[in-house]
């Protein structure tokens, strides 16, 4: 019998679509163990927004996806998470750094089906929602220069105006203009605070009046263009730029008439901000999707300055040739020498959406799906503590990989899945092909008779075999799995189509021998041989004992939708753990028998894991960690310090470290 090492199972694509919803804060500090989790990245991702404290200029601000808010007090050197209110897939839209109080925070935040307002008074320390914009969704700020008292905000309920300082807010659009219901950009005039514009996903408006009348502000845009930024000149405010999805444009009659500023490469450029120089007027700034752009003649000419797609720009008021970006996949960037260089300040930020990681050799592998037009790839040398992209990668353009699995045994092969293909890399990751999925079909062996004269005996020996395969087209593929070392290395990749198993580094597959029907979307396995594995399949859950060869179906008490994960366990004697819908199940009988573990919340456990071959497992509930020390018998819940920690799956390395790993929504990978 071959020996096998363990398989290390990673987040199939199917595990990608759960959403996990926003977190209960604790109510008092919690008791911290000595082995808290510790945020490690890959450190950068999406940045949404970037605010520099007027009075403070080395404490920033920056937010992301998934209601992440971040803080630095050494000019982006390193950076803090705080204790951000969560909201469902919430994405920080804007920051607001009082002018007249350092202490106190506005944060819009856009969330599925509503928003709100944060506010904190403490920097940053607590927040609560502001009243009147509690269930309200936030797409922009604005503050007044001539009376910092006058805030403006661009809500999915129009422009909202705060005359004390974000106290108390009114809605000062038309309620019944359909045209003004969702405000993307807000601007106030910094000499006229009754002077205010706002953009929409069709076209700018103003009012002249603080808001009791209001214009369409179009002449001279091309119609239908989403208004990202409104930006107006300080010194002499009847210049007003203006920032669209159609390019940008400039008005030297607040607005009256618009023209078009070309020499932006396809000048129908994907604007998101637009900012002008806070010492040379005819200097501006265009943050677009395709790079960061600087014009020196008012908007004449443009040359790039980043290629690093742009969300949000701010500046140092005192070094004013200081800027920060806040941009797509690479988090915050600064420049001291207005925009000529850049360096990335990432440590601490994360805003990553990691969707599996695996064991490759002595090196540990990372996969983000969406890190722009392809898969972004990392890679860590110190067993997760630091990573590194992957760069010059060759092969995956346009593809979005899910899964991966390497080899614990091997730094060089690796093989991944996307929704529709699985892909092989023989160089650790920099150089990819795509694998046509050469099932084998039928496998027969000709034999003949041989008469030994001597002994006068007659023996069959085989003098052929014979192979026949095809190849398959899933509709979907769910992940991919490995085990083994060296040239006894398998892998396994799970289908609509079922399960295959392939022995020769995923060259040639063989169908495993569960029922004809079953769509495989998970596969689990004990941590010690890797022998013993349990599939999630469409017709409920199966278990193999000799490494996929033979099934037998697995009885248990729910649906099989209503299963997140299984953990199977190298003790003997401790349980079967399955992590469901609605709670923790265990079982000591090897599956015939399954109980929900009553101490512990009748909730959503979305993985479980026995990450050694002990009777130490984990599972988790919404981001909180429990622990078992006696294979399941009894639980105990284990505190973080960390603040909105959302833990969606849990991930062990070899047998030779003692770290636990998890993938958290928006965290990136973290380990304890």
């Known amino acids: 019998m071959i020996k096998s090492l363990p398989l290390f199972c990673v987040a199939p694509l ?57 803080k630095s007090e050494d000019s982006g050197a390193s950076w803090k998470l705080l204790n951000f209110p969560q909201r469902n897939l919430g994405e920080v839209t804007s920051i607001l750094i009082d002018p007249k109080d350092s202490d106190h925070y506005l944060v819009g935040v856009l969330a599925v089906g509503d928003g709100a307002l944060f506010e904190s008074h403490d920097a940053g320390k607590t927040w609560k929602p502001n009243k009147d914009l509690s269930n309200i969704g936030v797409r922009a700020l604005a503050v007044s220069a001539s009376d910092p008292s006058i805030m403006a905000a661009g ?21 019944n203009n359909p045209e003004m219901q969702g405000i993307t950009a807000i601007a106030i005039d910094p000499q006229n605070s009754n002077i205010i514009y706002a953009g929409t996903p069709h076209l700018p408006w103003r009012t002249l009046d603080g808001g009791k009348t209001w214009q369409s502000i179009r002449t001279g845009l091309i119609d239908d263009s989403d208004v990202f930024s409104i930006y107006v000149d300080p010194a002499a405010p009847v210049n007003v730029f203006a920032s669209a999805c159609s390019g940008i444009y400039a008005s030297q009659s607040r607005g009256d008439e618009w023209h078009k500023l070309l020499g932006i490469p396809n000048s ?106 392809t898969t972004a790839i990392f890679t860590s040398a110190d067993a997760g503590s630091t990573w590194s992209p992957l760069s010059n990668v060759h092969g995956l353009a346009g593809v979005h990989l899910e899964s991966i699995a390497g080899i614990p045994g091997s730094n060089h092969v690796l093989i991944a899945a996307a929704p529709h293909g699985v892909y092989k890399s023989i160089d650790g990751g920099r150089l990819w092909r ?134 199977i366990p190298a003790d003997a004697h401790s349980a079967l753990l399955a992590a469901t819908r609605i709670g923790l199940y265990t079982s000591q009988d090897g599956g015939l028998s399954w109980k929900a573990v009553s101490h512990l919340p009748v909730a959503t456990f979305t993985s479980v894991l026995y990450p050694g071959t002990g009777a130490e497992a984990y599972a988790v509930e919404y981001g909180n960690l429990y622990q078992t020390k006696d294979g399941g018998a009894s639980w105990s819940a284990l505190p973080t310090a960390i603040p909105g920690l959302r833990i969606r799956h849990l991930w062990a390395a070899p047998a030779a470290s003692t770290r636990l790993y998890a993938i958290a929504t928006g965290l990136g990978i973290l380990f304890r």
């Open 14 to 70: 199917l595990f990608s679509t759960i959403c996990l919803g926003g977190l209960a804060s604790p109510a008092a500090e919690p008791q911290l163990q000595a082995n808290d989790w510790t945020l490690a990245g890959p450190f950068g991702g999406t940045a949404l927004a970037v605010a520099v404290d007027p009075h403070h200029p080395s404490t920033l601000l920056a937010g992301g996806m998934e209601s992440l808010l971040f």
């Open 155 to 175: 809500t999915l309920a129009g422009v909202q105006l705060s005359t004390d300082s974000g106290k108390s807010w009114k809605r000062i659009s038309d309620p």
């Open 268 to 373: 129908s450029r994907r604007t998101h901000v637009i900012r002008q120089d806070p010492q040379q007027p005819q200097t501006i700034y265009a943050g677009t999707t395709t790079g960061l752009y600087k014009s020196v003649n008012s908007g004449q000419s443009w040359r790039t300055m980043t290629d690093a797609q742009v969300n949000a720009i701010d500046f140092d008021p005192s070094r004013p040739a200081r800027m920060y970006l806040a941009t797509e996949y690479q988090g915050i960037a600064r420049s001291d020498d207005g925009a000529s260089s850049f360096t990335w300040l990432n440590n601490g930020f994360v805003d990553r959406e990691i969707s599996s990681m695996t064991a490759s050799g002595s090196e540990l592998v990372a996969i983000e799906p969406d890190g722009g037009e």
């Open 434 to 567: 795509p694998l046509p999925l050469r099932v084998i079909v039928e496998q027969r062996q000709i034999q003949r008779t041989v008469r030994n004269a001597r002994s006068h005996t007659t023996t069959r020996r085989t003098v052929r075999t014979i192979v026949k395969i095809a190849e398959i087209h899933p509709a979907a593929i769910y992940g991919v799995y490995s085990t083994g070392a060296g040239s006894s290395a398998l892998f396994f990749v799970a289908t609509d189509l079922g399960l295959l198993k392939s022995s020769d580094n995923a060259e040639r597959w063989v169908k495993v021998s569960l029922p004809l029907t079953a769509s495989v979307s998970a596969l689990y396995s004990d941590p010690a041989s890797g022998m013993h594995l349990i599939a999630k399949t469409n017709l409920g859950l199966f278990e193999s004992k000799d490494c996929g060869e033979h099934w037998s179906a697995l009885q248990f008490p729910l649906p099989v939708s209503d299963v997140y994960a299984i953990a």
